[in-house]
């Protein structure tokens, strides 16, 4: 079975990449390819550190998302011990309060950089 599925995925992975390798190019009229800048942000340093800085605070939002479901698993699987039921409620209860500092930082950071572009 399992020889099965893996040549069934071998298959699927050529099958799907034979049109990518099929293209042909006329030589004779080559293309001019133009490529647009992913990241969508002027060069100047506050955009580039306000980038920076709602990419960190993005991160640490969804590691206290994290932290909450964590503590909901540690509150469900107690099995009525006391003490994991206290401790799955306070990783929750302290996964909230980052959540709330979190989006507030992000609201200060943004409105800030808002205030030194010109404001909106």
């Not at 298959?11 to 049109?19: G, H």
């Not at 479901?69 to 401790?87: H, P, R």
Request: proline residues 3%; glycine residues 10%.
């Amino acid at each position: 079975m399992k020889k099965i599925i893996l040549f069934l995925t071998i298959v699927s992975c050529i099958w799907t990449a034979m049109p990518l390798s099929t293209t042909t190019v006329n030589a004779a009229e080559p293309e001019t390819v133009k490529l647009e800048n992913p990241l969508t942000v002027d060069a100047n340093p506050s955009s580039i550190i306000g980038l920076f800085i709602k990419a960190i605070l993005g991160i640490v939002g969804g590691l206290a998302l994290v932290m909450a479901v964590y503590g909901g698993f540690q509150w469900l699987t107690a099995a009525g011990n006391k003490e994991k039921i206290d401790s799955g409620s306070k990783t929750m209860l302290w996964a909230v309060v980052g959540l709330i500092l979190t989006l507030s930082s992000y609201l200060l950071v943004d409105t800030f950089l808002n205030f030194l572009k010109g404001g909106r």
